[in-house]
Structures are given as structure tokens and as C-alpha cells.
């Protein structure tokens, strides 16, 4: 399947802060993970519910569910005033809200030839990697588009069964 970043959401969980530097060219003191984090996140940490309390706590609609149920978060709406975390009941929404640019990661151009981009070289304690993929996906590995993948427990809702009343 070939080499991709890999982000551990359990350990960026327990780490906090971050070390890492990023070469994003537009705002290269960014920490383009901030954005990778949000994202993967949003596709398996969010519990979906079916009353969306973080978005209806938005005061500016800057939260939004699509038809999968994914949340995105509008950056240039988002007002930084951390109700949606408030209103989160599971506490999976992140609260590195940064205002106006979209913290950005450009997926590094030098991962098409194979290199280990600065993200991965300045951290210390291997919450991003780059690393070989294996196919099929291990346990606990999820793919976020062509170059990118996490690694965390993801949430499922298991659906109540119907037990017939005899």
C-alpha cells in the first residue's frame, strides 16, 4: 500500500503539547498537524449523536454535520468562543481553534519521493510517523485519503437490537 503519515490520536491525546515543527509553505510556524488532528477527529472520534448539541451551541454556524454526519468547522466563521465544547457531551471536539487561516498541512510534497517530512523528524515521542502501510489495514488503522492514515480506538455506536416480545 506504500508509506503514508501516520497520526496516533492516543498518544496525541496524552502528549498535549506538541514539539513538532512544520514546513507548511504558507504559514510554516503552523503546526499543520492541528488541522490533521481535527480532522481524523471528526471521522472517528465524533460520536455522531443524533441531537448535535455542539453544533446547535454554535452561535456564528460554524459547525456543520454533512450527510455522513461528519462535522466541519468553518474557520473563518468560528468566533473561538469554545461553546461546541461545552456543548460536547463526549468532549471530542478540540479547542485549538485558530482564528481566521485554516491551520493547513500540504501533506509535505517530498512523501511522493518516499522522505520523511520535518513533522514526523522533529517528534519526539511518535505520534506522527511515516511509515508502511499494510493492506489489508491493522488493527486500530484508519486511511484519510492518499496520504494520510490514523491509528486510534475508534468509537462505534452498536445499534439496540429489537428483541421480538413473545
Known sequence: MGK??????DICRDAGNYDLQCSYSPHNANQGIIRLRELATYELVCRRC???S???ACPVQALEANEDGILSR???RCVGC???LHACPFGTLLNEVIAFTLSGCDMCPQLQAGEAPVCVTSCSNSAVTFEEIPDPLGKDMYLMGDRFAVRSKHWQRIEDEVVPQS
Request: hydrophobic residues 40%; glycine residues 0%; charged residues 30%.
Open 4 to 9: 503514508k503519515l501516520v497520526i496516533d490520536l
Open 50 to 52: 443524533e441531537e448535535r
Open 54 to 56: 455542539c453544533v446547535l
Open 74 to 76: 468553518y474557520n473563518l
Open 82 to 84: 469554545n461553546s461546541c
